[in-house]
């Protein structure tokens, strides 16, 4: 969980980019001439130029409450899983299809239980993009989406997400597990 956390510190300002970059369109002509954001480096700055240092850490509590519970969640499922996939029990026996299982699962299970502060994450890191925010904080925007959409709002997209994160997961944690194990160590 520690892990989780502290990485949400340098990736919530990555994240913020990509996010705006990702829903402000798709024509870079057009998005000049609007003055949108044209290349990642520009985003940042933009960003920066405009909303300051808080701009650029907007979404970062929601990205620790995202990051921190889904890696506390991620590496211990890993863990069982192989444990109880093997044939002989102990997590050093299991085989590479045994691995992507495991890897697959945890991997979308870290997602799972986080999915809801995912939501409000992005709808927070997009809002006061052009200049007026919409919510006064975590517990406005999930309010508003309750409100606006049901429970269902904080699920949109679930399922291509899930789609995304067992073959994802599956072969990273597979590649890294059996890399350790080549190399001799355990994992």
Same mark, same amino acid.
């Given at each position: 969980?520690?892990a989780?956390?502290?990485?949400s510190?340098v990736g919530?300002?990555?994240?913020?980019?990509k &996010?705006r970059?990702?829903?402000?369109?798709?024509?870079?002509?057009l998005?000049?001439?609007?003055g949108l954001?044209?290349?990642?480096v520009?985003?940042?700055?933009?960003?920066?130029?405009?909303?300051?240092l808080k701009?650029?850490?907007r979404?970062?509590?929601t990205?620790?409450?995202?990051?921190?519970?889904?890696?506390?969640?991620?590496?211990?499922?890993y863990?069982?899983?192989?444990?109880?996939?093997s044939?002989s029990?102990h997590?050093r026996?299991?085989s590479?299809?045994d691995?992507?299982?495991?890897?697959?699962?945890s991997?979308?299970?870290s997602?799972a239980?986080?999915?809801?502060i995912?939501?409000?994450?992005?709808?927070?890191?997009?809002?006061?993009?052009h200049g007026?925010?919409?919510?006064?904080?975590?517990l406005?925007?999930?309010?508003?989406?309750?409100?606006?959409?049901g &429970?269902r709002?904080?699920?949109?997209?679930?399922?291509?997400?899930?789609?995304?994160?067992?073959?994802?997961?599956?072969v990273?944690?597979?590649?890294?597990?059996?890399?350790y194990q080549?190399?001799?160590?355990?994992l």
């Amino acid at each position: 969980m520690v892990a989780g956390a502290v990485q949400s510190i340098v990736g919530s300002p990555v994240e913020l980019g990509k &996010i705006r970059l990702q829903t402000q369109g798709v024509n870079k002509h057009l998005a000049r001439e609007k003055g949108l954001y044209t290349n990642s480096v520009q985003c940042v700055w933009d960003i920066y130029r405009r909303e300051g240092l808080k701009g650029c850490t907007r979404g970062m509590l929601t990205t620790i409450l995202r990051d921190a519970p889904s890696f506390g969640v991620y590496f211990p499922t890993y863990d069982i899983l192989r444990q109880k996939l093997s044939h002989s029990g102990h997590k050093r026996d299991s085989s590479l299809r045994d691995m992507a299982i495991a890897g697959g699962i945890s991997g979308s299970l870290s997602i799972a239980v986080v999915y809801p502060i995912d939501t409000v994450k992005s709808r927070l890191q997009l809002d006061g993009q052009h200049g007026r925010t919409r919510y006064l904080g975590i517990l406005h925007c999930a309010r508003s989406i309750l409100h606006e959409s049901g &429970i269902r709002g904080f699920f949109r997209g679930f399922a291509t997400m899930c789609f995304r994160m067992f073959p994802m997961n599956a072969v990273t944690l597979t590649t890294v597990t059996f890399l350790y194990q080549a190399t001799g160590h355990t994992l």
